[in-house]
């Protein structure tokens, strides 16, 4: 199991957490402390070139799309 702790806010209350959580990382391996500045940073460069690929498209045509209830339709009537 994973969880993810995400702390946002840059300030004395915040740096304290931080700092419990690093020593807790030392003493227990299975806790582990990472920075990400950058928020989530998950998609490598080719997903993310994908994604924003696909992105552009979508929105230079918007029109040609469907609506939920057209795709609805279409598969209760299977």
Known sequence: ???T???SEKNPQTKAVISRLKLL???FDFVEVTENEGGLNF???EQRAEF???YAY???HTGEG???NEI???YQKS
């Open 72 to 74: 609805e339709a279409k």
């Open 43 to 45: 998609m490598t460069d």
């Open 66 to 68: 469907k609506t939920w």
């Open 58 to 60: 979508t929105i230079e």
């Open 1 to 3: 199991m994973t969880y």
């Open 5 to 7: 702790v995400t702390i």
């Open 25 to 27: 990382a030392e003493e």
């Open 52 to 54: 924003e690929t696909r």
